[in-house]
C-alpha cells in the first residue's frame, strides 16, 4: 500500500525535555492507525509535530516522496492536506455551523461560495448536522460540536485526518454518537491518524495500533496482536490497568 505519511527517526525537545525519541512509523492510504498510551507518553506531540503545529527538533516527515521539513517544501500547501480534529473543538464562535465548514474552503482552497457550501452541506449530512446549519457553536453541545469539527476537516478534502483524543472533552453520554461517526467515516477507507483513549474504538476500528511510552514506540501491530498477545510488559501492564478502568 502507498504510505501518505512516513515518519523517520522523529525528535522533539521542549528545553532539556525530550518528548519524542527517535520515532520511526507510517500510515498508509486507507488505512486507520490509533495510537495509544498514557498521558504524558508523547502521542498529541507526535501529531502535532506531523501536522507542524510543533516543529519537529529532529528527523523527516516524508509525505508523496518528499521531506516536508525541508526549508524549500510549501508547509502551507502541505497543512491543506491534513484535516485535524482537536480536543476542543476549536470552532469559530462568531460563525455558523455552515460557515464554520465553508471559511477554510474559501480562504485556503479558493473555492466559490456556492461550492464550498455545496461540499459543506455534504459532509455535515454525513456527520448528522445538517439540520444545524444556522446555528452558533454555543448553542450546541460538546458531541454536535465535535461532529460540526470533523464535517469542517472533511470539507477540506484531506488525504488524512488527524483526530487528536475527539472525545475527551465529552460528556460520556455524547462519546458515543462521536465515535459512531468515526466508525462510519472509517468504513468509508478514509485514512485516519486517531490519538484516543477509547480502547473499544482502537480495537474495533483500527487496521493497526500504535502504543507509546515514555516518548518512543514501545509496540505496535494489529489490533488483535496488541490487545490479546502483546509482547512488551509495559504494553500489558497498560492495557490491564485501562482496561480493567472502563
Not at 158 to 178: N, Y
Not at 188 to 212: I, P, Q, Y
Request: net charge neutral.
Amino acid at each position: 500500500m502507498e504510505n501518505v505519511i512516513e515518519v523517520k527517526h522523529l525528535n522533539k525537545s521542549f528545553g532539556t525535555h525530550e518528548v519524542l525519541k527517535d520515532i520511526d512509523f507510517s500510515v498508509s492510504k486507507g488505512e486507520v492507525v490509533c495510537i495509544i498510551g498514557s498521558s504524558g507518553s508523547g502521542k498529541s506531540t507526535l501529531l502535532r509535530c506531523i501536522n507542524l503545529l510543533e516543529t519537529p527538533s529532529g528527523g523527516e516527515i516524508i509525505y508523496k516522496g518528499e521531506n516536508i521539513l525541508d526549508a524549500k517544501h510549501d508547509i502551507y500547501k502541505y497543512r491543506t492536506k491534513l484535516g485535524m480534529v482537536f480536543q476542543q473543538f476549536n470552532l469559530f464562535n462568531n460563525h455558523d455551523v455552515l460557515s464554520n465548514c465553508t471559511v477554510g474552503q474559501i480562504k485556503v482552497l479558493k473555492r466559490s461560495k456556492k461550492e464550498a457550501e455545496e461540499v459543506a452541506m455534504k459532509y455535515l449530512k454525513i456527520v448528522g448536522m445538517d439540520s444545524f446549519i444556522n446555528a452558533k457553536p454555543k448553542q450546541l453541545s460538546g458531541g454536535q460540536k465535535q461532529r460540526v469539527a470533523i464535517a469542517r476537516a472533511l470539507s477540506m478534502e484531506p488525504d488524512v485526518i488527524l483526530f487528536d483524543e475527539p472525545t475527551s472533552a465529552l460528556d460520556p453520554e455524547m462519546v458515543g454518537e462521536v465515535l459512531k461517526v468515526m466508525k462510519e467515516l472509517a468504513d468509508t477507507g478514509l485514512t485516519m491518524l486517531v490519538v484516543t483513549h477509547e480502547m473499544g474504538f482502537a480495537k474495533e476500528v483500527s487496521d493497526r495500533v500504535v502504543f507509546m511510552d515514555k516518548g518512543v514506540i514501545a509496540e505496535e501491530g494489529s489490533p488483535d496482536q496488541i490487545f490479546n498477545n502483546p509482547v512488551q510488559e509495559r504494553t500489558r501492564e497498560f492495557l490491564k490497568r485501562t482496561l480493567k478502568k472502563d
